[in-house]
């Protein structure tokens, strides 16, 4: 069974950090792309970054280019997402997820297949 789990939301003040992880199991990991996404109140599921089976390539969306890093660590089946200069807008629930086939920088919903439970980051203002 695949699970992901992911761990390290947290309540932060603007301007501070915070690094998400995802901890993979059941999955082959290092042989997936993977990614992360957001969803705040209201919103719609927003792609944040992607990062290649072998962390060779990493992807992200504009707003966080600059401020946030997407790495892996293949021996501990591990994602992360190390978030700085966080901002208020940054608030909503992460969630780390494999992508299915074999497109690069994968950046919608559909091309994931597996998905974590999440984990809520707060930034206040």
């Known amino acids: 069974e695949v699970q992901l789990q992911a761990y390290g939301g947290g309540l932060v003040q603007a301007g501070g950090s915070l690094r998400l992880s995802c901890a993979a199991s059941?999955?082959?990991?290092?042989?997936?792309?993977m990614g992360w996404f957001r969803q705040a109140p209201g919103k719609e599921r927003e792609f944040v970054a992607a990062i290649t089976y072998n962390g060779g390539n990493t992807y992200y969306t504009d707003s966080v280019k600059g401020r946030f890093t997407i790495s892996r660590d293949n021996a501990k089946n591990t994602l992360y997402l190390q978030m700085n200069s966080l901002k208020p807008e940054d608030t909503a629930l992460y969630r780390c997820a494999r992508v299915s086939g074999l497109v690069a920088g994968a950046k919608y919903p559909y091309e994931y297949d597996y998905w974590g439970q999440g984990t809520l980051v707060t930034v206040s203002s």
């Open positions: 059941g999955v082959r990991f290092s042989h997936y792309d």
